[in-house]
């Protein structure tokens, strides 16, 4: 499969927490190196990221910059979300591929839709919440002693890849990859927000119903969240367990129709 | 040809006349993430490096870092030399390669020797006299119109490459599919047993909540049948699922518990 150019700009780069003005700067530098141009921050720090924004000479992609209070709505569009890790706070219900590994998945990703790049804050990576928002994660192979990247040049490097491989993809004659399997092949991945949809419908019915307990409910809402990013669903087949749980879910409030 | 792992430790990387001392450490810490660890600094801004040293948290590396007046004291002991660019001075005695390309050509010369990767001051780059040592150039594939890149983010994306060409000739031998994989790559599949218990499961709250509609009966049953097959469930998120729906269950069922 070969990937349309314009496929990069269906990247989403997506800054969560981030705390150093300079961070952001270089992150926006990057992207204008390699070709991307969406980027997203999640509660920055604020006099930091307006500070990133008035520099002298903030780039268009800076300047352009959307700011969101929540990562579900900073990746409503998206219909693959990837988070980054160095693997320390690995959480064995996501799979980890390495950047290079994971190429082809990207690719395939790029051209069913819009593709959420995450990246946590400096100190802290990002958080087990941020992660149940995410499809599967991704790794650079540094050391396994020294796994912590800066922020701007861990940016740089996965896009350098994901460039590379568009720029080879490009040059390639033939569709290697076939991607998925069967008749969905070329059906439209679910969007982040059908997927939350689904998350917050199904939770109301496991809360109507006690599946829910008060003192492990974040850990549920975790779980939920984690388990339909692990369905792969179709938008097509979102839509449709969205109204089978709709309907579920109007029965247990009570409402008979 | 595969690359000794130890050939890294072959490599010098040369900042020539840095300005910045984050900059310095940006590269140290790129390095130190990719197993490099010879950083040779010639004329740096004095001040600039003394500060880089004297950071807090400062690295082996940096702390290692040897300093020269004169380019050819740095490279001395090196028998491949490579100058980085952005194409924009191009000198037209030298043969540019792209970082991609170029890593056949690093490998053959880590296996005979050490290696010089040179990067020139935040904004001038290397000078003609620089380029001079150098056997080529080397270019990251930026954007013509954005070819500048940060200085740290330059040497991290070529530390990833030339440390990226070493694994996968280290790999080459073994499994084609590196990393991969927290433990649901083996985890095992759902069965057919487990699929149908939660097809009835949810087919049952579906009835319940007045989905299923008579004269349509066998059709749903059908679709829910056939999305629950859709989904690829591994065997634990089977367990997990079924839970959640007998639960949601039993309350449609009036079963209060």
């Known amino acids: 499969m070969t990937l349309d150019p314009a496929a990069l700009d269906r990247i989403r780069v997506i800054l969560v927490c981030t705390r150093n003005p300079l961070n952001i700067g270089a992150v926006a ?10 980027l997203r921050v999640v509660n ?3 006099p930091s990221f307006r500070e990133a924004k008035s520099a002298v000479g903030a780039s268009h992609i800076l300047a352009a910059a959307k700011e969101f209070t929540l990562v579900a709505d900073a990746i409503a569009d998206c219909s693959l979300v990837i988070g980054t890790t160095t ?21 395939a990703g790029l051209a069913r839709g819009a593709v959420a790049l995450m990246f946590g804050s400096e100190k802290r990576g990002l958080s087990n919440e941020d992660l149940a928002h995410c499809h599967w994660l991704l790794r650079i192979p540094t050391l396994e002693e020294h796994p912590s990247m ?5 940016v740089a490097v996965c896009l350098y890849e994901i460039a ?3 720029a080879s993809a490009r040059n390639a004659h033939a569709a290697e990859t076939p991607m998925t399997a069967g008749t969905h092949a070329d059906a439209q991945p679910a969007t982040a927000a059908e997927l939350e ?8 019915g496991l ?14 809402e975790d779980n939920v969240r984690r388990l339909i990013r692990r369905l792969n669903l179709h938008s ?12 579920i879910g109007r029965k247990l409030g009570g409402d008979d129709e």
Do not use: C, W
């Open 164 to 166: 590379r491989s568009a």
């Open 236 to 247: 097509d087949d979102a839509k449709l367990l969205l109204g089978m749980l709709r309907k």
């Open 44 to 46: 920055p720090y604020e």
């Open 197 to 204: 949809r689904i998350t917050e419908v199904l939770l109301d």
């Open 150 to 154: 800066n922020l701007g040049q861990a």
């Open 87 to 107: 693997g320390r706070n690995r959480d064995v219900s996501h799979r980890i591929l390495s950047l290079e590994a994971a190429r082809d998945d990207i690719r």
């Open 29 to 38: 530098r990057a992207m204008s190196n390699f070709g991307f141009a969406k």
């Open 207 to 220: 809360r109507a119903s006690g599946y829910v307990k008060p003192r492990t409910e974040a850990a549920t």
